[in-house]
Structures are given as C-alpha cells and as structure tokens.
C-alpha cells in the first residue's frame, strides 16, 4: 500500500506525506555526500514511459551520472530526501503526483522543478535533486542540443 497526501495553502504545497507499508523500516534523513553530476546515482520511473526527445535528453544525464535506476515512484523522492539516492529526472507527471513530494524535498534541502526551471507544482517534465549544484548540473545537460 502507497499513498500520497497534500495540502495546499494559497494553492502552494506546505506539507507532503508519503505512507508506505515496508515493514521493520525507519528512513531518516541526510544531507546529499555528493555535490557533482558524475557522482551522482539518478532515478526514473522508467525512460519507456518518455516520448523520443524527452529519452534522447534523459539518456544525457544517464551518461553523465554515476549510477542509474528505474522504478521507486514517490519512494525515490523519499530516497533522495533521505540522502541515499542525489537526482530524479521525471516526466508526464500530473499535479497530483508530485504535489505531496515537493515539502518533502524541499523540506530536506532539496530543490524540484520541471526542466525548464519553473514551480514544479503543475507537473509535467520534472527534476529533483539533493543538491543545488547537482540540479544545475543536470539541467545543463538536459538543455543541451
């Protein structure tokens, strides 16, 4: 069982939760050990579920990291905001999808945007990352031609 929760205020997210059944499990949260896009693990749902430009930018930054993983959903957001994994990079995400995980992330010092750098909150095509300069990074290399 997974479950997302939200709640706005001024239509923007203040609290997010995330509730998940995985047994004898305590995540705590850390601060992102790596600060540069070539050591960074990376995941995605899976780049399947991108159209062909939005893979061809993906497989970019998966070239660029150290690591990459498929799957997780909104347990990756919760990895990443408990330091164990450094970048997210999503797309065709709906409000709903990501509006629980935005407190959450930013909570633990993270930044979330889509790829054009703008409120993540209206979904769509999204980065997520531990570190600021990690986010920049991988912004870069999703731009680029």
Same mark, same amino acid.
């Given at each position: 069982?997974?479950?997302?929760?939200?709640?706005?205020?001024?239509?923007?997210?203040?609290?997010?939760?995330?509730?998940?059944?995985?047994?004898? +499990?305590?995540?705590? +949260?850390?601060?992102?050990t790596f600060h540069s896009l070539a050591e960074a693990i990376l995941f995605t749902t899976s780049p399947r579920l991108m159209n062909g430009s939005d893979r061809e930018a993906f497989s970019r930054v998966e070239e660029a990291a150290l690591l990459s993983r498929y799957g997780g959903d909104c347990y990756a957001y919760c990895m990443l905001a408990a330091g164990h994994l450094?970048?997210?990079?999503?797309?065709?995400?709906k409000p709903h999808d990501i509006i629980p995980l935005m407190p959450i992330i930013t909570g633990a010092g993270g930044i979330m945007t889509t790829?054009?750098?703008?409120?993540?909150?209206?979904?769509?095509?999204?980065?997520?990352?531990?570190?600021?300069?990690?986010?920049?990074?991988?912004?870069?290399?999703?731009?680029?031609p």
């Open positions: 069982m997974r479950k997302a929760i939200n709640h706005l205020k001024k239509c923007d997210p203040v609290l997010g939760a995330i509730i998940q059944r995985v047994g004898a +499990f305590r995540m705590e +949260f850390g601060e992102p450094d970048l997210i990079v999503e797309t065709e995400l790829w054009e750098g703008e409120p993540a909150s209206g979904g769509g095509r999204i980065i997520a990352a531990g570190d600021r300069r990690v986010h920049e990074e991988a912004m870069r290399v999703l731009r680029a």
